[in-house]
């Protein structure tokens, strides 16, 4: 479970995840449009460990200038689903009345 949330860990992976998915082949300057918020250093460093792992695939052409693309390997591709049944798990989430537990243990006021 430690290895799976290490590969999707991070405020980003998840967003840049779902602009690639469909086998959607985005190049680099398209995913930092696509991600506001992000620097370039973040969504460098959070393609690069999912490259590593094997979820995202670079795509170099060399050429002037130089073009980079990336995609989701097919192994990528699959998580698909299990992020599909994220996002209904969250819109499906109950309005709760109860107070939420604080760290001391005491109930914090209804949100």
């Not at 290490?6 to 840049?16: P, T």
């Not at 969504?43 to 490259?51: A, H, S, Y």
Request: net charge neutral; proline share 9%.
């Amino acid at each position: 479970m430690e290895n799976v949330l290490r590969m999707l860990e991070g405020r980003w992976k998840l967003v840049i995840l779902f602009h690639l998915f469909g086998g959607k082949v985005l190049r680099f300057s398209e995913l930092e449009r696509q991600t506001p918020g992000i620097s370039q250093k973040m969504l460098i460093q959070q393609l690069r460990q999912m490259e590593a792992d094997g979820i995202v695939r670079r795509i170099v052409y060399h050429q002037v200038p130089p073009r980079v693309e990336y995609c989701l390997t097919e192994w990528g591709q699959t998580l698909c689903p299990a992020l599909d049944a994220l996002l209904t798990w969250a819109e499906n989430k109950p309005e709760s009345t109860e107070p939420l537990p604080t760290p001391d243990g005491s109930a914090s006021p209804p949100r």
